[in-house]
């Protein structure tokens, strides 16, 4: 979830238990391939839209190993493979909360079932095309476990636009085209990048605490186990604790 710390999101995957950490390397193995199909190339260097799948699946812990075997059956997969085409859904949460959903699907029809079926289980509402989406803005966001005021002027030569300290580390935002340049930077000045990716994220935030904080993660985590759905992202503002 976007709209409260990128840490907690990632330790929230990294917490999850197998069978739902299994789905989610799937989700990535999914997103590489198609990837790779789209863009015609299984270089990540002649490929952005690989290369942010790829980091995406590191920053989600996925093996190496699994990782470079996606993209080996995706480079040799002929005629008959699946045709995946990337699709965005919007709708409401708890607290009036905007969500944002990407998804990678061969049968439109079945996840946009799916989905709705999930938000009117589940509390909220599927809105339409343009909702909520100009809520949210494509970005770049760098996780690093050192705060020194070294490490922040580096990412801001390099093209950060914001730098957020928080008690595991800096959160730096960049412009999609300025991820990579930042990170790059950051690890040749000696840094250790804990994870670098494409994301989306609100303009604004919406403060929901109470049963609301409840109510909304069961909402996003069963978005999430949806075989179609890539990334959820709200506007909550949710306080750790809370989310605890």
Known sequence: MAGHSKWSQIKRKKGANDKRRSAIYSKHIRAIQAAVRSGGSGDPSGNLSLKNAI??????????DNIDNAVKRAVGAGEGAAEYKEV???????????????????????????IRAVF???????GTSGSVAWQFEKKGVILLTDTSEHAQEVAIEHGAEDINE????LEISTGPAELYAVQDALAT???SVESGQITMLPSNTVAVSG????????LVEALEDLDDVQNVYT??????DAEA
């Open 211 to 218: 049963d609301d904080v409840r109510r909304l993660l069961v």
């Open 235 to 240: 506007n909550a503002d949710i306080p750790e």
């Open 120 to 126: 009117n289980k589940r509390g909220g509402s599927l």
């Open 55 to 64: 980091a995406a699946a590191k920053a989600d812990t996925v093996p190496v």
């Open 166 to 169: 928080s008690e595991d580390g």
């Open 88 to 114: 965005t859904y919007e709708g409401y949460g708890p607290a009036g909360t905007a969500i944002f959903i990407e998804t990678l699907t061969d049968n439109v029809n079945r996840t946009v079932a799916d």
């Open 189 to 191: 000045a000696g840094y």
